[in-house]
Each structure stands twice: as structure tokens, then as C-alpha cells.
């Protein structure tokens, strides 16, 4: 564990970047973007004292989402160079590593509060729920990010703009039900605690609300190397769909799935479709249906051009541009428009929270208008916004399965 401050600048290109298999992309219309001279804009360079943000990149352990913070730091050089940061001053992100143990996450919580930020940008945390009153206790505003755990989706210091974990999944729930027109169901997750939390508090009701009958839960230990067992027990419960909420197995179980015959139609997470995942599912991933809250990055929106511009620009080359990376970028884009006039001596914790939760439908940068009143989506008071889109992998590349955004609300209860 260790500290990290600054932003990390690499002007490069964006790994490959078989941009149809990435997810990015905004409400706006599409715009040609043969006509648009650089979609970053013009230069409008920040200066002089810097701005100071904090944030937590889960750098290790048994998951790790790496994309989330590269995306904010590049988004971080865009706004400085090309928006002005904030009032013609610079932004500044102080970064901590922590490994998906609270206990990590509490004492990078206390190392960042040392650097003294005005506000704590959400990163891709696992462990956050022992961060998270460490933030509340300092009375610091909680911006973005990816909440997976409910301690960050019910902070009444946090303001979210895109749900995961949650919304994606009961949304997918709800597909398979009312789309797909499944009866029964296998659910093959992770058994930690988010794991299990998602698949028995989020997938496995929601499915019932919508009219699945019959569904049988196949939990894999998060150490298990061997997941042949598991898998064949999901097919031969013979559902009509199989739903994969592993994030670090995805392509082990994918892989394993189509070596057993399986017949089930597949529904799954966001980490299963990366480039890398959906290669070493060999074939496995192939018809997955998923749910995001976010558009492609090959949209042709000036949103998702941008984007993709700034990435390619600031961000490593193997960077993947998936909803996680958008949603580390939407980040950056939203607090930058929120706070662009304010001046350092008024980013208070009660007027950054006032920026956010003022008005309804704000432009949501890369994603469906997010409206901050607690009341988006039931059981999760920060969230603003639990619109989603339904992707699937075709060819071996995911694409939107129609452009509409939906909503759980319908089905979706929270547990008690």
C-alpha cells in the first residue's frame, strides 16, 4: 500500500482499440465526427494552485478494476488542459491503493485525508465500506465512481451518477423475464460477501418479481481454481437462462459453460465482456446479454468522442474501454460541469453536495440525465440515476441490444 499523488499522462494510443467492444458513449445525437477538427476542443489550460481531490484504486487482491482510475486521470488532464479546471485552477487527484480488505481501505481513507482534498471522488472499491465513515466523520462529499457495496449507495454525503452492481443487474433480471421470456434460472456467483449480497439481494428477487419461478443458486468460492463442478451443476438444473456474476472467474466459466453443451441463454456482468475476458472465454461469451449504464464508446455521440479522444491521448495503451472506464471518466466530466465557477474558498461540503442535488434530468456525461433526490432507485438514496442499457456479445464484440434506457423500478425491491 502505498500513496500515490499527481496524474498519470501517457500519450498514447488506446490499446487496439476495437472501439465496438467498448462501452461509453451519451444521451446527445450522434454527430459526424469526420466534420469536428479535435473532439477534445480547444486548449484552455488551468494554473496555478491546485485543486485537491481524493481517491482509492483497488491495486491488488482478487479482483481489480485498473481502467477506473486511468480513466479519471485522464479525464483529469482533459478538464486541466482543455476546460480550465475548476475556476482557471487545476484539479489535483491523490490516489491510495488498497486491495479489497476495509481495514485497507480505512487506513488509505486516513492517509488521504492528509493530503486535505476539498472532496473524495468514488473509485472501484470493494473495500469501501471501510472507508466510507472515515469520509462521513470528516464531513467530505462523496462524487461518482462505482458503487458496488450499499455503504457508498446509501451515504447522505455521496452523489452518484450511474448504478452498478444494483441497477445493472436487476435490469438484466428483468430482461430475462419479460424479454427472454425465461421460466427458471441458474445463478452462478461469487460467495463473498458482494457476491452474495448481488446474486441472493438483487438478481435472485428480482428474477421472481419478474416471473422466473424456478432458479437454483451456484455459489463458487472466490479461491476456487476449478469451477467445472459448479457450472455443470447450473446446466444441469436445465434453466432456460444461466446468469454469471463472477467477476474474476467470468472467462473460466464462460469457457466452461460451452465445453458442457450448455443450451441456456447467458445473462451476466459487465467484467465478463472485456476484450480480455470475452478471448479467454474462448468463445464462451458468446450471445451474453448484459446490462449498462452507460452507451458504447463507438456511439458517434460527441460524448462518446470525446472520450474515447482523451483516452487515446492521456491514458495507457491496454487501457479497456468498458462501463467501468466510462464511469471512472463520467466522474471527472460531471464534478468538472458542476463546479467549473466555484471559486476554492466556496467548495464547501454542503455547496459541492447543494451544485449536485439542485435541478432534475443534469446532463449525466456518457449516461441517462441523473437527478440527485434520493429517490431513483428504491433502497439506494445516493444513487441519481438507475437507467441502464442492454448489451449483447455478438462476434465476439458487444453492441446495444435496442438504444432504450431502462429502468428496475418495476421489480426491483431492495432486500430488508
Given at each position: 500500500m502505498r500513496l500515490r499523488t499527481g496524474v498519470l499522462v501517457a500519450t498514447v494510443a488506446c490499446f487496439g482499440l476495437a472501439l465496438t467492444g467498448c462501452a461509453g458513449g451519451s444521451t446527445g445525437t450522434p454527430t459526424e465526427s469526420t466534420e469536428a477538427a479535435d473532439p477534445l476542443g480547444t486548449p484552455n489550460a488551468a494554473s496555478g494552485d491546485p485543486i485537491v481531490f481524493g481517491t482509492l484504486d483497488l491495486a491488488s487482491g482478487p479482483v481489480t478494476f485498473p481502467e477506473v482510475l486511468a480513466a479519471q486521470q485522464a479525464a483529469v488532464e482533459y478538464v486541466n488542459a482543455y476546460l480550465g479546471g475548476i475556476n482557471g485552477q487545476p484539479i489535483k487527484l491523490v490516489t491510495c491503493e488498497t486491495d479489497g480488505a476495509p481495514a485497507t481501505s480505512q487506513r488509505c481513507a486516513n492517509q488521504i485525508l492528509d493530503q486535505e482534498p476539498v472532496a473524495i471522488v468514488g473509485g472501484a472499491d470493494i473495500g469501501s465500506p471501510g472507508a466510507m465513515p472515515i469520509w462521513e466523520t470528516a464531513d467530505l462529499?462523496?462524487?461518482?465512481?462505482?458503487?458496488?457495496?450499499?455503504?457508498?449507495?446509501?451515504?447522505?454525503?455521496?452523489?452518484?451518477?450511474?448504478?452498478?452492481?444494483?441497477?445493472?443487474?436487476?435490469?438484466?433480471?428483468?430482461?430475462?423475464?419479460?424479454?427472454?421470456?425465461?421460466?427458471?434460472?441458474?445463478?452462478?456467483?461469487?460467495?463473498?460477501?458482494?457476491?452474495?449480497?448481488?446474486?441472493?439481494?438483487?438478481?435472485?428477487?428480482?428474477?421472481?418479481?419478474?416471473?422466473?419461478?424456478?432458479?437454483?443458486?451456484?455459489?463458487?468460492?472466490?479461491?476456487?481454481?476449478?469451477?467445472?463442478?459448479?457450472?455443470?451443476?447450473?446446466?444441469?438444473?436445465?434453466?432456460?437462462?444461466?446468469?454469471?456474476?463472477?467477476?474474476?472467474?467470468?472467462?473460466?466459466?464462460?469457457?466452461?459453460?460451452?465445453?458442457?453443451?450448455?443450451?441456456?441463454?447467458?445473462?451476466?456482468?459487465?467484467?465478463?465482456?472485456?476484450?480480455?475476458?470475452?478471448?479467454?472465454?474462448?468463445?464462451?461469451?458468446?450471445?451474453l446479454y448484459f446490462a449498462a449504464p452507460v452507451d458504447?464508446?463507438?456511439?458517434?455521440?460527441?460524448?462518446?468522442?470525446?472520450?474515447?479522444?482523451?483516452?487515446?491521448?492521456?491514458?495507457?495503451?491496454?487501457?479497456?474501454?468498458?462501463?467501468?472506464?466510462?464511469?471512472?471518466?463520467?466522474?471527472i466530466i460531471n464534478l468538472q460541469a458542476a463546479l467549473a465557477d466555484f471559486a476554492p474558498e466556496d467548495l464547501t461540503t454542503e455547496a459541492i453536495l447543494a451544485a449536485f442535488r439542485d435541478g432534475t434530468d443534469n446532463t449525466n456525461f456518457l449516461g441517462h440525465p441523473y437527478t440527485c433526490d434520493g429517490e431513483q432507485l428504491a433502497g439506494a438514496t445516493a444513487i441519481c440515476n438507475a437507467y441502464q442499457h442492454m448489451l449483447q456479445v455478438k462476434d465476439s464484440v458487444p453492441g446495444l441490444v435496442s438504444d432504450e434506457w431502462l429502468s428496475p423500478s418495476e421489480y426491483y425491491t431492495p432486500a430488508h
Open positions: 462529499a462523496y462524487i461518482g465512481g462505482i458503487p458496488f457495496t450499499p455503504v457508498e449507495q446509501n451515504s447522505p454525503n455521496a452523489v452518484l451518477f450511474s448504478s452498478i452492481s444494483t441497477a445493472d443487474n436487476a435490469v438484466a433480471s428483468i430482461f430475462a423475464a419479460q424479454e427472454l421470456g425465461a421460466k427458471s434460472a441458474a445463478v452462478i456467483y461469487t460467495s463473498d460477501t458482494q457476491g452474495t449480497s448481488t446474486a441472493e439481494g438483487v438478481i435472485i428477487p428480482t428474477m421472481k418479481a419478474a416471473g422466473i419461478t424456478d432458479i437454483t443458486p451456484v455459489p463458487i468460492p472466490p479461491t476456487a481454481s476449478d469451477v467445472s463442478s459448479a457450472v455443470a451443476t447450473a446446466v444441469g438444473a436445465n434453466p432456460d437462462v444461466i446468469y454469471v456474476n463472477t467477476p474474476a472467474a467470468c472467462p473460466n466459466v464462460l469457457s466452461s459453460l460451452k465445453q458442457l453443451g450448455n443450451q441456456a441463454q447467458l445473462l451476466g456482468i459487465d467484467p465478463c465482456t472485456s476484450p480480455p475476458a470475452i478471448e479467454g472465454a474462448n468463445g464462451g461469451a458468446e450471445g458504447q464508446a463507438d456511439s458517434g455521440t460527441a460524448d462518446a468522442d470525446l472520450y474515447v479522444a482523451a483516452m487515446k491521448k492521456y491514458a495507457p495503451a491496454d487501457v479497456h474501454l468498458d462501463s467501468l472506464s466510462a464511469m471512472g471518466f463520467q466522474t
